[in-house]
Nanobody
């Protein structure tokens, strides 16, 4: 059973920082894709960042949405089976419900190419809210 548990959301002022955490259980962490999405009411869910937790020898293991590139960083702690989203320089438009997501684990056939497909994520956490005040 794949389960995702997010934490770390909260309220921050414009320009501030937050770090979100996503604990991935059910053997879905290793050699898989884990991503962060966000959604505001009446808008489609947006892919924010994705990470491939498999082969660590390459540099191409992360992907970012255009609106957060350069401000957000996705990283993983293999021992904790946790993926983090560090958000710096927060803007009012970053306020949203943030969701952690992953795919059915299939390490033998998973590469960063699979992780780039925002539509392929099918397991979701309950979400954590981020509020940015000016």
């Amino acid at each position: 059973l794949v389960q995702l548990s997010e934490s770390g959301g909260g309220s921050v002022e414009v320009g501030g920082s937050l770090r979100l955490s996503c604990l991935v259980s059910g053997d879905a962490y290793e050699g898989n894709c884990v991503a962060w999405f966000r959604q505001i009411p009446e808008k489609e869910r947006e892919g924010v960042a994705a990470i491939y937790t498999g082969d660590r020898s390459g540099d191409d293991r992360t992907q970012y949405g255009d609106s957060v590139n350069g401000r957000f960083t996705i990283s993983g702690d293999d021992a904790l089976k946790t993926v983090f989203l560090t958000m710096n320089g927060l803007k009012p438009e970053d306020a949203a419900m943030y969701y952690c997501a992953t795919m059915p684990p299939f390490p033998a056939a998973t590469t960063m190419r699979r992780c780039r497909n925002w539509l392929a994520y099918s397991y979701w956490g309950q979400g954590t809210r981020v509020t940015v005040s000016s």
